[in-house]
């Protein structure tokens, strides 16, 4: 199905609108993002005929994501997670653990990825694993373990949520929603992520289409809240090599498509710590706007996903290879 998205003149006549569409028998959802009032209309088929002087331009794109598309909105957005623009000519990285497992595991983390470079913090406090028998994270204590590493370095958090009523928690403890590849399509978690007005970092599910990823974002986009960023971090292949395929392609599809800031995940596709700089590289390459890596002090001995994080010094490696880059390509990191 294809959407009409109407663009609004300033001072628009609500009132008289909403008649014309009640009258139309469309269905509609008035929205405010970037600046700009608007009204997402659909289906298109019924649409057609609406006219009105608030109305400065209607448009239709090809895609079923009409929000999230460029069709409407040339202009890139940028999302700011308190002073850290995403979506600029900065390549903003988030790093950290895994999992928070100890005030003093994060703690130290956030100096040593700061000292690189990062400008976010992640960490997971609510763990989605495979298994229920695996470590799950420290939950609440572990995003106060975060907020406290924010506090001592400067750096916004960014972490994982996987249940709607934890957002108080979150609110409170954190500067970004993720939401996991695993609740890529968990449509009232995005709702609630999108009502919450927090920015977020929404994961591309491991068996989604470029699609499917854009129209979850267009979840969040429709309720109002503009600030999303899009993660590719590997989709299932039949591909054993590595733990995930990494869709380079996908990546750059995307940004052709959307307004968004697209970020990379090197590390859960790499699913070992010598593939990460490689895919880090091949995504910066590929216009990735923003990079989040997992960083552990002891990988061998980390909680989830040892076989992938890198010690301090491999990130430090890391981001210098990725600075050179950024600059061959007129960016900075
Ligand atoms: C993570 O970032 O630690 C994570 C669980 O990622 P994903 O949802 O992509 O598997
Ligand atoms: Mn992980």
Request: proline share 4%; aromatic share 6%; glycine share 8%.
């Amino acid at each position: 199905m294809i959407n009409l998205l109407l663009i609004l003149k300033d001072g628009y006549n609500y009132s008289k609108l909403k008649e014309k569409l009640n009258e139309s028998s469309v269905s509609y959802r008035f929205l405010n993002l970037y600046g700009k009032n608007l009204v997402v209309v659909w289906p298109d088929s019924l649409a057609n005929e609406i006219k009105d002087d608030s109305i400065l331009l209607a448009v239709k794109t090809s895609k079923p994501y009409q929000l999230a598309s460029n069709e409407w909105k040339k202009e890139k957005t940028i999302v700011n997670v308190k002073d850290v623009e995403i979506g600029g000519n900065k390549i903003v990285v988030a790093a950290g653990p895994c999992a928070v497992e100890s005030e003093e595991q994060v703690m130290e983390t956030a100096k040593a990825v700061k000292r690189s470079g990062a400008s976010l913090l992640r960490g997971g406090a609510f763990k989605p694993r495979t298994s229920p028998y695996s470590f799950q994270g420290l939950g609440e204590k572990g995003l106060e373990y975060l907020k406290k590493a924010s506090e001592a370095t400067g750096l916004p958090v960014v972490t994982e949520i996987m249940d709607g009523r934890d957002l108080p928690l979150f609110k409170k403890y954190a500067d970004m929603l993720q939401i996991g590849a695993r609740n890529a399509q968990n449509f009232t978690l995005l709702k609630d992520a999108g009502r919450s007005g927090m920015p977020v970092l929404l994961k591309r599910g491991l068996g989604n289409t470029v699609e499917e990823w854009l129209l979850a974002a267009e979840y969040i986009l429709y309720e109002n809240n503009p600030n999303v960023v899009l993660c590719e971090r590997g989709i299932r292949t039949f591909e054993k090599s590595t733990r995930f395929t990494i869709d380079i392609g996908g990546m750059v599809a995307a940004k052709l498509s959307t307004h968004l800031p697209i970020c990379a995940d090197p590390s859960h596709p790499a699913g070992k710590r010598e593939y990460v700089e490689a895919l880090a590289m091949a995504s910066v390459a590929a216009g990735a706007d923003m990079l989040i890596i997992e960083v552990h002090p002891n990988p061998e001995k980390a909680l989830s996903d040892s076989e992938q994080q890198l010690t301090f010094e491999g990130f430090e490696k890391l981001m210098e290879r990725l600075r050179a880059l950024a600059n061959a390509l007129g960016r900075s990191i």
